[in-house]
């Protein structure tokens, strides 16, 4: 049996047996509303009657696969958190609550069909009865948002749940913009041209330096020192006579 079990839950049948549920809940409130309208045709109270009891069994085959799909997303889900684990609580909370409403309005309808003293009930037993069609329609609704919007129960969803989170760093406080310091290039300022200036002819020719002769004294010694022979008597007769 527990076999049998874990392969009906394999095959994801939530999905399927949630159709049938809004389908027939749906078909039904509408069926007793036009049944009201044409008070001959018993045959539509019949039929609603009928449907109601039959979308009351689907509701609660929904509570019982939705719970085996939330054991398989659950834990992975609200790992995740945001928006997505957020709508997957309510539309698990609001699952949990309709199979009892649609399990009152079923036996209420069927007092209503069977014992006439309940019969003037019928108009409550109506309004009722469209509120928790809205509430089963809305239900549809986030199950479809689940899978279409978040993907969840998917094999894309599953794949990005058991993928290793990418760390970001922390934030320390707000961005404080970087200041710009504008530098601006450096212009390199051409210096004046030197004028070049080109000599004439002429005046190379008068400013070219002349050779300066070296003037070498020559001494020309007397004839007198020259000659050693010189007379004594021209000697001494230059000299002073100094007494015995």
Known sequence: M??????IQKWHIHPAVDHFTVALLIVAVLADLFASLFSTRLWLRYAALALIIAGTAAAWGSKLTGGWEADRVWRAVQAAGGPAYRTL???AEIGDYLPWVFLVLAIWRIGVQVFSFMAVSRGLYLLFAVLAAVAIAYQGYLGGELVYEYGIGTALYN?????????????TGPATPV?????PAAVVTPEPATPTITPSPSATASETPMPTATATETVTP?????????????????????AP
Do not use: D, F, K, N
């Not at 794949?159 to 934030?171: H, T």
């Not at 200041?179 to 530098?183: E, L, Q, S």
């Open 179 to 183: 200041p710009t310091v504008y530098v």
């Open 89 to 91: 609580h309510l539309h």
């Open 159 to 171: 794949a990005e749940s058991s993928s290793p989170p990418v760390l970001q760093p922390e934030a």
């Open 2 to 7: 527990q076999g049998l079990l874990e392969t």
């Open 222 to 242: 007397s004839p007198a020192l020259a000659s050693p022979t010189a007379a004594p008597s021209s000697i001494s007769g230059a000299l002073p006579t100094r």
